[in-house]
Every structure is written in C-alpha cells, then in structure tokens.
C-alpha cells in the first residue's frame, strides 16, 4: 500500500497529492510519471510526477477529474492509500542525459499549459538545481484555474503567465507569447519543451517549426499496462509506430502526427470508436479498456 501524506484541491478539478513511494522517489527523473491503482478492482490511472522527495521518500501527483476514476481518487484523503503506485515509467526528459557544460550552454524555453504545467514543474526545478534558468510560459484559460504560480516562480528564470480571457497577466493563449518573445523581443532560444492539451502541443510546433527552433512534447494518450505490451498508447513519430509509455512520453514534436492522435483519442471515447480500433488495429488495441483511461489524468 502506498499512503497519502497530503490531498489538496488545488484549484476546480485539479487536485494535488503527496503519496509515499521511497523507491519511485529515489529513482525518479523528470519527464518520468506513474500508473495508480486505488484497490484491486480500480483503473489503472496514469499519473504525472509533479515533484519528489528523495529524502522523505515522496512523489508528488497532480491530476484532473476526468472521468470515474479520477473522481474516486479526489475524493480520498491524507492517510488513505492506493493499492499499486508503478514507476517511475517512461524516458526522462532528453536533457536529463546530457553533459552539464552542454546544457548550460543552450537557451531552454517551457510552454506549459493548464494541467500540463505540472510535469514541466520537475524539469525546470532541475534545471534550477544545476544553475540552469529557463524561460516559461503557463498559460490557463483563465485565472481561477491556474496552478503552480508561485511555485514556477520560485525555479523559472523569467515566467510569463497568459490566460486565454485576458483575466490574469497576459491575454491571449501561449502561442501568442512565444511569437511575441521571438519576434518583438528579440528572444533566442535553442530548445522549447511543450507539455499540455494535445491542440495546444500541435499549435506550438507549427509555430516553432517556422523559427526552426527544436521542440519537444510529451504525449498523454490513452495507457492501460504502461508497459509496451498492450499498444493503447500508440502513436505515430516521423511515420513510425511508437508507445509513448515506454518509448515516451517525450517526443520530437515536429515529427508527431498530432491530428492521428487526437482522432485515436477521440475513438477511444465510445463502444464504435473501440470496436473500429480493434477491428483495424487487430487486439493490441487494447480496446477493452475503461473510460476513464483517456490519459486526461496527465
Ligand atoms: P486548457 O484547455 O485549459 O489549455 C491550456 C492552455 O493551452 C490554454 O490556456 C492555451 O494557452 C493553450 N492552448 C489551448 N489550445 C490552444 C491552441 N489551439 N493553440 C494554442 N494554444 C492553445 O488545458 P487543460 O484543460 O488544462 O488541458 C487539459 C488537457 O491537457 C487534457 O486533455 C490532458 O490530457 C492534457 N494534459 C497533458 C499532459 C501531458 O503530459 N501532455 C499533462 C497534463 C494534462
Ligand atoms: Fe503503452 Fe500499453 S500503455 S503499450
């Protein structure tokens, strides 16, 4: 059993949690999530990890009610505890792996919008923690579900907030920063790392495509083993067949075939759409899975 330290409603449907998990917490990088399982019977949920705690031996999560699932997990509390906590599962973040003389070099800029902001959390405080500042944008539809700020603050080099609806900060939706830093400002920069809404990730490597400016995604679609063997979670990179649980989550976005994925996810959604997937994808599919394993949970 793997307890909840802390429950905390962060903002609407978004909910934060601290789960105890030394051997995850002791292993982990980010780039890296979770899959849960709340009792023997429940989903497998997969989840981001937002933070760690190597010395008290805690993973942070933070998800979104998205379906059954999700709703059952918000509602336990501090001292509950959920049955199965998997990971670390997935590629750390690329940049994870390369030399430190090298990666001071280069100008990173994060893009993170709505829920996504949580697993760009990790990836810039690491950063930090090596004397690395990078430049981030979060962008939220509007001010009252905006999570992290303080937080993002404490790690980014500069943090430019924008809400869709002008209520916070900036108006306007992230792709409009990104052009307004490059463009207006005069910004260079060597690496964007886009997590959020799949649209959003799409929109992002279009634009960045345009500067030829290298950007990486982290995909979230639909997961049940999180371990290779079941293929819900395929997608396509550069024309190749990959499994964002363990190829991934991070891919180059420029070769991500963004509107395949969003049309999967979509199927995923009803009886016809998972009978159409088995019937064409044969059953590695994995249509038998439940609804609420969308992957909006991360
Ligand atoms: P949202 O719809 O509120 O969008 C967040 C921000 O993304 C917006 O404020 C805007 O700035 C930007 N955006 C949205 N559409 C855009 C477009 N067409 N062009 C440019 N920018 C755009 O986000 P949300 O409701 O928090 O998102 C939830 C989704 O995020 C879920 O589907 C979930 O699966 C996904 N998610 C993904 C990850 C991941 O790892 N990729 C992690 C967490 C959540
Ligand atoms: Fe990736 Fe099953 S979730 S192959």
């Known amino acids: 059993m793997y307890r909840i ?8 449907s978004i909910y934060l949690m601290e789960v105890e998990a030394p051997l995850i917490a002791k292993s982990c990088k980010p780039g890296q999530f979770v899959i849960a399982k709340i009792d023997e019977r429940g989903e497998r949920i997969p989840l ?6 190597r010395e008290k031996g805690l993973i942070t999560i933070v998800f979104q009610v998205v379906g059954a699932s999700t709703y059952r997990m918000a509602g336990l509390k501090a001292g509950d505890a959920f049955r199965d ?3 670390p599962l997935g590629q750390p973040s690329e940049f994870t792996a390369e030399p430190l003389e090298e990666l001071k070099k280069k100008k990173l800029l994060f893009v993170a919008g709505g829920v996504g902001t ?23 539809k509007t001010k009252d579900i ?22 916070y900060q900036r108006k306007g939706m992230v792709t409009e920063v990104i052009k307004d830093l490059i463009e207006n ?13 799949m649209i959003m990730m799409k929109f992002v490597c ?14 979230n679609p639909i997961m049940v083993d999180g371990t290779g063997m079941c293929g819900a979670c395929r997608v396509s990179v550069g024309g190749k067949t990959k499994f964002a649980c363990v190829d991934g989550p991070e891919f180059d976005g420029h070769l991500v075939d963004f509107d395949g994925a969003m049309k999967r996810q979509q ?11 088995k019937a064409k994808e044969g059953d590695t599919h994995s249509g038998g899975c439940e609804l609420d394993q969308k992957g909006g949970d991360r």
């Not at 790690?155 to 907030?161: D, H, I, Q, R």
């Not at 400002?185 to 809404?197: K, L, N, S």
């Not at 279009?206 to 995909?219: A, E, N």
Request: charged share 25%.
């Open 5 to 12: 330290m802390k429950a905390e409603n962060l903002v609407e």
């Open 146 to 167: 905006l999570i992290l700020e303080e937080q993002m603050k404490e790690v980014a080099g500069n943090l430019y907030v924008t809400t869709d609806d002008g209520s």
């Open 48 to 53: 981001t990890i937002c933070d760690y705690n």
């Open 118 to 140: 949580a697993p760009v959390y990790p990836q810039v405080k690491w950063l930090k923690e090596r004397g690395i500042e990078a430049d981030v944008i979060v962008g939220a």
């Open 206 to 219: 279009l634009l960045t495509k345009g500067y030829d400016l290298k950007t990486i995604v982290s995909l």
């Open 267 to 277: 199927l995923y959604k009803t009886e016809e759409g998972r009978a159409y997937l």
């Open 185 to 197: 400002e005069g910004r260079h920069y060597d690496v964007c790392i886009a997590i959020g809404p």
């Open 85 to 87: 906590f998997t990971g």
